[in-house]
Nanobody, 113 residues
Framework: QVQLVESGGGLVQAGGSLRLSCVAS????????FDWFRQAPGEQREFVSG???????VYADSVKGRFTISRDNTKNTVYLQMNSLKPEDTAVYYC???????WGQGTQVTVSS
């Protein structure tokens, strides 16, 4: 089964940027859709962005224009470039792939005001 490892989280001031990475352990990467979700304390996990095997992208309204998802099939890696970060972006960010559905362990993003 494919495994996902996220990295790139951290503490940043409002207005700053971070780039998250999600590395997949298997070469079936090319055929999969990848999504980023996030979960703030006391909140439900919510969809942030997704990218299909064909490169079609979709974004939640809350991040549209600030976040960019991309993939590098040669590196089995999906990225989430996050710009103009806001305190409300603070959450644990999770990478998910499908099919079948597999989740990463998450990476913490904290945005200070």
């Amino acid at each position: 089964q494919v495994q996902l490892v996220e990295s790139g989280g951290g503490l940043v001031q409002a207005g700053g940027s971070l780039r998250l990475s999600c590395v997949a352990s298997r070469s079936t990467f090319t055929f999969n859709t990848f999504d980023w979700f996030r979960q703030a304390p006391g909140e439900q996990r919510e969809f942030v962005s997704g990218i299909s095997s064909a490169g079609t992208t979709v974004y939640a309204d809350s991040v549209k224009g600030r976040f960019t998802i991309s993939r590098d099939n040669t590196k089995n890696t999906v990225y989430l470039q996050m710009n103009s970060l806001k305190p409300e972006d603070t959450a644990v960010y999770y990478c998910r792939t499908r099919p079948p559905v597999v989740w990463g362990q998450g990476t913490q993003v904290t945005v200070s005001s």
